[in-house]
């Protein structure tokens, strides 16, 4: 998925994205916050996390693409470049695992006690879409200067 976001916040409030699927509990799985500080904070499946190395709370507009593929594993991207990545493989799913046909909801914005301290985010988001299909970087940096 992809989204433009805008922030000054930190700490709490931040940006979250989440999967879930409540007929299953409270677990949500691929999650996007920014609960602790200036950069982003990444999760897909429990058990693999990644905080982000590039500043988002400038008060400026940025793209952010979060692609789970397969074969190449959890690649995040802001502004059209690498945020982070990592082919560390899930327990349940082996290798980035793209198994975002579960999910009965989606939320964009805000979580009930989701992950990384994340609450009602606080700015704006623009744009947000959602791919059945792995982007490669090259078509990351293409949405970026598509839309920017």
Not at 15 to 43: K, P
Not at 62 to 73: A, F, K, P, Q, R
């Amino acid at each position: 998925f992809s989204m433009w976001f805008k922030t000054s916040a930190t700490g709490p409030g931040g940006l979250q994205v989440i999967e879930g699927n409540a007929t299953w509990g409270s677990g949500y799985d691929r999650v996007v916050g920014s609960g602790t500080g200036s950069t982003l904070q990444y999760n897909a499946w429990s058990e693999v996390n990644m905080l982000g190395v590039t500043t988002v709370n400038d008060g400026n507009w940025h793209l952010m693409t979060y692609v789970l593929d397969e074969s190449n594993g959890f690649l995040t991207y802001i502004d059209g470049k690498p945020d982070v990545s990592t082919t560390t493989p899930t327990t349940n799913c082996g290798e980035g695992c793209s198994g975002f046909n579960w999910a009965a909801e989606y939320w964009i914005g805000y979580a009930a006690d989701g992950r990384f301290n994340a609450g009602y985010f606080s700015g704006l988001i623009d744009d947000v879409r959602m791919y059945n299909h792995v982007l490669s970087p090259t078509a990351v940096l293409q949405l970026y200067n598509a839309t920017k």
